[in-house]
């Protein structure tokens, strides 16, 4: 089956770290991944797109590859604050199929 | 705009009742959408539709019916509610001409069935 897998439930940082998260797709090959921050008790919102033939994209601290090699992508948050705790997902921009999400914690 | 707006914001259903989440976009998207988000879980497709008139079965859609008779709204309906059915339903919309296009959410709805 197509999954679409977000491999750590949690991530704990220092603030002032480089947060990784990653994201793996499987049987399937995404024309596009995109990115979302979800808060508790909210929606999830958009904040990056990446297309296939696009190895990276960049928004402020915000950094995504997609490697079609590894069949993966990376989300890296740059000079972590303790306001970037939330939970990310990655979806399938084809079929907007999400992952189980990384609830990220930045410790001040 | 008033975006992605979702009414009731809670619920609490009774084994075998039937209710109607509502759903209503502002903004002129062709696609929409319903999920399903279990606590600690992340978000199931249950339905989606790409332009009025037309609806299809995404992960989760047994228990669920849904319409989409004007581009604005999408209604998802639950019938025979069962405690399998708590959760959280999030619609969403976007506009896109292939595959490209962020997601825009409404704010959910919490329906626990009892």
């Known amino acids: 089956s197509q999954k679409i897998e977000q491999n750590s439930e949690a991530l704990n940082i220092q603030e002032g770290k480089t947060a990784t998260l990653t994201c793996n797709y499987t049987?399937?090959?995404?024309?596009?991944l995109q990115w979302y921050r979800q808060d508790p008790g909210r929606g999830p919102v958009f904040l990056l797109l990446?297309?296939?033939?696009?190895k990276e994209k960049r928004k402020e601290r915000l950094k995504v590859t997609f490697d079609t090699t590894l069949k993966q992508s990376l989300f890296h948050i740059t000079a972590s604050q303790p306001a970037d705790s939330a939970t990310y997902l990655c979806?399938?921009?084809?079929?907007?199929?999400f992952g189980a999400g990384t609830r990220l914690t930045v410790k001040p | 705009n008033a975006g992605v707006t979702q009414t009731p914001k809670f619920r609490i259903l009774k084994i075998g009742q039937s209710m109607t989440l509502q759903c209503a976009q502002d903004?002129?998207?062709?696609?929409m959408y319903w999920y399903r988000q279990d606590p600690g879980m992340g978000l199931k497709l249950i339905y989606y539709?790409?332009?009025?008139?037309?609806?299809d079965k995404g992960e989760v859609p047994n228990g669920y019916n849904v319409s989409r008779s004007t581009t604005e709204d999408f209604p998802l309906r639950l019938e025979l509610a069962a405690p399998s059915q708590t959760s959280v339903y999030f619609c969403?919309?976007?506009?896109?001409?292939?595959?490209?296009?962020?997601?825009?959410f409404g704010p959910g709805t919490r329906l626990t069935v009892t």
């Open positions: 979806a399938r921009g084809d079929d907007m199929r």
């Open positions: 049987n399937y090959s995404p024309a596009y």
């Open positions: 990446i297309r296939e033939n696009e």
């Open positions: 539709s790409v332009g009025a008139g037309i609806t």
């Open positions: 969403a919309s976007r506009y896109t001409t292939g595959f490209d296009g962020e997601q825009y």
């Open positions: 903004m002129n998207h062709n696609y």
